[in-house]
């Protein structure tokens, strides 16, 4: 109980300071938000763009551990656990993808440019997709947790390829990529990269990124016992 | 062991013979979709870059048609049970294997040699750089595609799911094989496609090495 009162009052602060806290040229007040040139207003959507597509990767993750678990030790509740996970992440993955569209119409002009970003997290929105499209066409339980398990891995395996793959064959928008200047390539030195953020914005943002990794965590433990007890209760009324 | 995976590639082999069911179907998926492609391209003159990601697609799109029946055969004829009986998951992925790179390569010589044929914008300048890419990029199509047919043999609907799964395990081998084919079309030394190349041999080899890990989990039920 006092977990959730937590998370609701963070989850709160975040929302509230995230949105309506001012964005000025020279920050004086504690609640201020520094001018960011070439982001301005469009900064504010970080604190909830980032930690989606952080939650993305984490769920991802997890799922492909708990697939490993599975393959392991034959056990259905590491399954559960794995496809909760999964689904928590497709959930987070179409809302980084779509926050990701917006703030790009803004910053960049478009909503979709192919930067190497973009299309990793399209490939991993084509990977959950896969991966859901499979566990619904196979009937036995074993069978689909462990197809989807092995499929799991390999598609867990190409994503190296596609964080290091990615930036050699297009350019990157997104902070930290190489860009073409003057006709040769560097480290990007746009204003969206060298964007500063000050201490209260690093504060709300980590802050945001922690208030969503608890309710990530929260609702996979809800979405995994309740899938366990379904189980239990289905068995038991078949056995009686 | 090698006797035994052997064996089981003639099988195959002489059974795709009397039947030719997987060749015809190959054969006229990449008809249909090479002249798809120039139907839709009409008396237009296209950018070289172009027909080299074209030239994966073609390939792309007859792998799927052709190579999902590793597995899914076996499971009609009922034969599985006897295959697992008499040889180790690792000996039958090894035969099925070879029967699919078999496949990919005949597929994509024909592919390449119709290609270059009917398109003049598709000229290769650094035609050995072409090869190397050529072959190492269909070690990973078979690699790849054989797991997932494993994967779709045992799953219920077969024909629709096999692209769906294969595509985003493919996607980082064929966004490389693109990219190298384009860099083989402006003529790039070797030395600067040598990334690229490393990018496609560690490709290869982890697949391989999942596909020989996990095929047991798929193969045992």
Known sequence: ?240 | MHSKAFALFLKDFRSELRTRYAVNSLAMFILVAISVILFSIGQEKIPQSLTGGLFWVVIFFSAMSGLARAFVSEEERGTTLTLQLIASPSTIFTGKLLFNLILVFLMNIVIAVLYSALFDEFVIRSFYLFVLTFVLSNFGLAISSTIIAAIISKAGSKGTLYPVLSFPILLPLILTSVQLTSNCMVGTSFAESKVDLAVIVCYDVIMLTASYMLFDFIWKD
């Open chain 1, 1 to 240: 109980m006092i977990w959730k009162t937590f998370l609701f009052l963070l989850l709160c602060f975040v929302s509230i300071a995230g949105i309506s806290f001012p964005i000025v040229e020279n920050p004086v007040h504690w609640y201020q938000y520094p001018m960011i040139k070439g982001l301005e207003e469009n900064a504010k959507i970080i604190f909830f763009h980032v930690p989606t597509a952080w939650l993305t990767v984490v769920a991802f993750f997890m799922s492909t551990v708990y697939s490993i678990q599975y393959l392991r030790k034959k056990n259905l509740d590491d399954d559960a656990k794995s496809y909760t996970a999964a689904q928590l992440g497709i959930i987070f993955c179409i809302l980084a993808t779509v926050t990701g569209a917006i703030w790009a119409k803004f910053a960049w002009g478009s909503y979709w440019s192919w930067d190497p970003r973009q299309t990793s997290i399209f490939a991993l929105l084509l990977i959950y997709g896969a991966w859901f499209a499979l566990r619904s066409s196979i009937e036995s339980e074993e069978k689909r947790a462990s197809l989807s398990s092995v499929y799991s891995i390999i598609a867990f395996l190409t994503v190296p390829f596609f964080i290091f793959i990615m930036p050699r064959i297009m350019l990157g928008l997104h902070p930290g990529a190489e860009s073409i200047e003057d006709g040769k390539v560097v480290q990007s030195a746009s204003p969206v990269v060298d964007f500063k953020m000050n201490g209260n914005m690093l504060l709300i943002f980590f802050l945001s990124l922690i208030a969503f990794t608890i309710l990530y965590f929260w609702m996979w433990r809800v979405g995994y016992k309740s899938l366990i007890y379904r189980d239990k209760i289905l068995k038991q009324s078949s056995r009686g």
